[in-house]
């Protein structure tokens, strides 16, 4: 499924990669591409590495969560780093963002029977939607949209899917995605 890896290349643009842990913008400890790490035992569980790229001891985990826990929160990332706060290979994110990424695709195959006949750029704008706002955030707080999807009215979904938060660029993209779709399903 060619359109997972894409959407885990797209999201890694627009959400940025943060190596290290970090607090988003509501104080959460976070990793990786918007990964919540919600207590310290997930934390230790995560392949965290050290400066030599050795295996990050649980206390040296717990020690820096606790320290990026204490700090206040909607910084820039950078802010949060210290010379000694392991890291997370984007290797091991990229694994973790593709089982996020995996889980909504079956999420949305269960809400829409022929999900598997959409094309590709409907899926890919659906993914994004979905990663950013939740599983219940999309198939609750977008009903209109959620009407169009179903029905594959392309460029009305598009029309729908504009979401507070996101940059103006994400949104233009997301929408551009149900627009690519509309052209493919009249082309073909």
Known sequence: MAYLDD????LEIFEGIVLWMYLDTRGYVTVGVGELIATATRAQ????????????????ILAEYDRVSALPP???????RSPTSPI?????????LMQHLTFFDGQLNQ????????????KLGLLDMIYNLGVTGLFKG?????GYVQNKDWSNAAKQ???NGPSLARNNWTNQ??????TATANG
């Open 88 to 96: 997370l290979p984007h290797t091991t994110i990229d694994t973790l």
């Open 142 to 146: 977008y009903p209109s949209f959620m």
């Open 74 to 80: 909607a910084k820039m990332a950078g802010f949060y």
């Open 7 to 10: 959407s885990l290349a797209q």
């Open 111 to 122: 809400q829409f029977a022929n999900y598997s006949t959409f094309p590709d750029p409907a």
């Open 177 to 182: 995605q149900f627009l690519l779709a509309a």
């Open 161 to 163: 899917c504009h979401r």
């Open 45 to 60: 569980s995560l392949s965290f590495v050290d400066a030599n790229n050795q295996p990050a001891t649980a206390d040296t």
